[in-house]
Each structure stands twice: as C-alpha cells, then as structure tokens.
C-alpha cells in the first residue's frame, strides 16, 4: 500500500470529516427546495424513514468497504471479488462528474456572499440578477476557479492536516450558523398588503413538519418517495465513494457502527434544520406558491426575503450565504478526496500528483458546466422529460443513473456473492456490537435493491 494513504486522528476525526461532506449542498440547497416542493411533512417523513433504513444500510456497507480493504473506491470492490471490479470504477465516475458542477455551485455562492458583503445584496432581488450572472462568460469561471483552488489546499494538506483540521474548523461554524438562522426563520412575520393576510414562521414550520396525504396519489407518493431517496445519495455521500474513501482512513480502533449512527444523526438533525431554516421563511413573506420556486430557492427566492428585512437582511444574507459556501466547501473537499483516494491506489501516485492531475481534469470540465449556460448553452430533454443544460446533464448521469447502479450493485455483491458476515464481521471489530445486524442483512439483501429499482425506473420516467 503506498506510503502516501494516511489516516483519521480518530473517531472525532473521521465523525466530523465524513459529516462535513454530508452536511453539504445536499442539505443546505438540495434538501429544502425538495421538501418545500413535494410539501413539506409528507416528504420529511419519508426522508426520515429512509434515512434510518435506505440509508443506514448504505452507509454501514460502504464505510466497512473502505475499512476491510484499506483502498480507495476505484480498487476496494476488487479486493474482495475481481469480477466485481467495475462498481469501483464506476464509483469513482460519479465524483469526477460531481465535483466540476460543485465548484460551479460554490461560485455561485461566492458571488451572492460578495454581494452581500459589499452591501450590493439589494441587487439580487432582481429576478434577472441570477440568470444574467450565469450567463455571463468571465465571471462565473472566475468565481469557480476561486471556489475551486480552497478545495485543491484543503486535499493537498492530506487527510489529517487538511480535511480533517478543515472540518474540526468549519462543522462547529456551520452548526451555529444553521440554528441561529433557524431560530430567527421561525419568528417571524409579514402581512401581505396585496391580500391582508398575515403569515407567520410558525405556520410555515407546521407545513413542514405536518403531513398532508389529502389529494395523494399513488404515483404522487412514489414521486415523492424517489425525491427522497435521490436526496440520501446526496445527504450521507453514498453512492460516490466517499464514504469507501473515508472507511479506508479509519483506523481498526475506531467502533464503526456508533461512528456511521453519529454521522446518520448528525446529517439528519441538519436537515431538518436547513428546512426549518428556508421553509418558514419562503412560506412567510412569499405563501405556499413561493415554496415551487425548485432548485433556485436560495439564489431567487431567499434575496427577496433578506431584501424585506431592511438593512438587516443584509447581516442575515452575509451569514446564509457564509454558510452555503461552508457546505458547499466540505462536500466539495469530500468528492476531489474521493477521486484522489483512488488514483493514489490504482496507480501509485503520490498526493501530490494526483491532486494536481485530478484538479486540473476538473477545472476544464467546470469550465465547460460554466459555460453550458452562455457559448455552450443548449437544451436537451432528458428521459424523465426534464428540460437540461450541461449541469443537469452531469448531475442527472451521476445521481439518477450511475448511483442507483452503483448501489443496486453493491448490494447483489454483499448481500448474495460475497455475503453479509463479512460486513458484519468488520462492524464487530474489538468486540464491538452490532444490534441492528438482523435488520441490516434483510434490507442490504431485499428492502434497499428493490426500493433503487423503483428510483432507476422513475429517473426513466416510467412512472
């Protein structure tokens, strides 16, 4: 094994890292513009199920991955069947398709926490400011480039000086930040001077939390249901070789099963937060139509209600937009580590090397996802007859398609060639118990492998 692979000071170490690159886009952006617009309760509880179920076994499969093989995703699945070999290389396509369209994201981001730290936030209520930002040609690249070059530091560091250092750093911020604007989203209220009506912070966290099945149709709730389990590939990093990666830094000391329901709480528990921090606050100064705004929820539909608080806003707007950078950062940092992890196993390289090599790749590929909405822009309708661009052409590849195989996959491997106790055998380490052991082999077998199908039939737009 190359002298380069590296490890975890220990289970804070890797609870924190790992938690860092689930609590990321898939939280702060992803999670609650889904929530809001499947409808708040009935999303969240299916979320929550299948965070404890779909999830859980997901996570505990591939942080043992990591762990028993000591390697990287591109090598680990050979380790334990060479027929098998392709779910790593598939796994390690996913974050290289990944990580260019994150640092377009993080740009973004750092151009709207500008805007607000130069008191120039009150132009992004314009609803032309976002489109006409990303359809500019320079400025885009030139804000990913920025994003991009603190993710290239950070994984040059290694893992114990730069991710895990990073993390210990950054996780408490984000914490603090995520309540504290919770706790203000909740608070508030605004009378509407079209229609008199006033709304408050309290009523919006009641949608969210409250379901409502009136109306529901089956194909309604399978819909919804395949949102939620798209948001867990996100939201605990699965799927990516992220957590394969992450499973190799651990050390045999570390007790796996409370580390991985450490990170299922943690990632959870932040959710939550990042809807009750954006739901009450979209459905106060903007109703129930304000909650479809889609994936442009923080970049359209937060501005305008930072812009209704007055000067105020201005803090508030500082302090998300802080945060979202934050997030955005610690996934970031997760998916390059996870296509380094790879190429220092498959090849030999030192880190150096294969971060240099990695990043540059990426660069141009994010190049190209910048441009995919100005010289490159294009529309292509995809299987699901969602309309797309270059970023949801490389985001639909890789969470519709590439991650329910991947995981479909890995499953059939453990669960039927290779078999559970192997798995089971490395949860047990030092004697360590594992009390859901029952409930995890029947769903790695049967539950999770059905439930992926379901997914993959609807990113085709079967249902």
């Not at 505990?60 to 762990?67: D, K, P, Q």
């Not at 290694?158 to 895990?164: A, N, T």
């Not at 490389?394 to 106790?421: A, E, H, Q």
Request: net charge positive; with cysteine; proline share 3%.
């Amino acid at each position: 094994m190359s002298k380069e692979r590296n490890t975890f000071s220990g289970s804070l170490g890797f609870v924190l890292a790992a938690a860092g690159s689930a609590v990321g886009l898939g939280n702060i952006w992803r999670f609650p513009y889904l929530a809001a617009r499947d409808g708040g309760g009935v999303f969240l509880l299916l979320y929550i199920l299948l965070a404890f179920t779909f999830g859980f076994t997901l996570l505990i499969t591939e942080v043992a991955i990591g762990r028993r093989s000591h390697r990287g995703p591109l090598t680990a699945y050979r380790f334990f069947n060479r027929k098998w070999s392709f779910i790593g290389v598939l796994s390690f396509f996913v974050p290289a398709l990944i990580y260019p369209y994150y640092c377009a994201i993080g740009g973004w981001l750092l151009k709207y926490l500008v805007q607000y730290a130069t008191l120039q936030g009150n132009a992004t209520v314009d609803d032309a400011f976002f489109g006409n930002f990303i359809s500019e040609v320079g400025s885009p690249i030139g804000y990913m480039i920025v994003f991009s070059a603190i993710c290239f530091y950070v994984v040059l560091r290694g893992v114990e000086k730069g991710i895990e250092q990073f993390s210990r750093v950054v996780m408490p911020m984000l914490v603090l930040l995520v309540i504290f604007i919770c706790i203000y989203s909740l608070f508030i209220e605004h009378t509407d001077p079209l229609t008199g009506e006033t709304r408050t912070g309290m009523q919006g966290a009641a949608i969210f939390f409250i379901p409502d099945f009136e109306g529901m149709t089956l194909t309604r709730f399978l819909k919804i249901m395949m949102d939620a389990c798209s948001q867990l590939f996100f939201s605990l990093s699965v799927a990516m070789g992220i957590m394969v990666a992450y499973g190799s830094y651990m050390k045999r000391s570390v007790n796996l099963g409370k580390a991985v329901d450490q990170i299922e709480i943690f990632d959870t528990l932040i959710a939550i937060f990042a809807g009750l921090m954006i739901i009450p606050a979209v459905y106060v100064f903007m109703g129930t139509e304000g909650m479809g705004a889609g994936p442009g929820l923080i970049f359209v539909a937060l501005p305008k209600i930072f812009h209704s608080l007055g000067a105020f806003g201005h803090i508030i707007g500082i302090a998300f937009f802080l945060l979202a950078l934050f997030a955005a950062t610690t996934s970031a940092v997760s998916i390059l580590e996870a296509c380094v992890a790879s190429v220092i196993d498959a090849f030999r390289w030192s880190r150096r090397k294969s971060v240099i090599v990695i990043q540059s790749v990426a660069l141009v590929a994010a190049v190209v996802v910048c441009l995919g909405y100005n010289l490159l822009y294009f529309e292509y309708e995809l299987p699901n007859g969602a309309k797309a661009q270059i970023l949801d052409i490389f985001d639909y590849v890789s969470n519709n398609l590439l991650m329910p195989i991947i995981s479909i996959c890995t499953c059939l491997l453990f669960g039927w060639v290779v078999k559970p106790r192997l798995l089971v055998g490395e949860m047990r380490l030092n004697g360590y118990s594992f009390v859901r052991k029952r409930l995890y082999v029947i769903l790695l077998r049967y539950v999770v492998p059905i439930i992926l199908g379901i997914l993959l039939l609807g990113a085709f737009g079967l249902y």
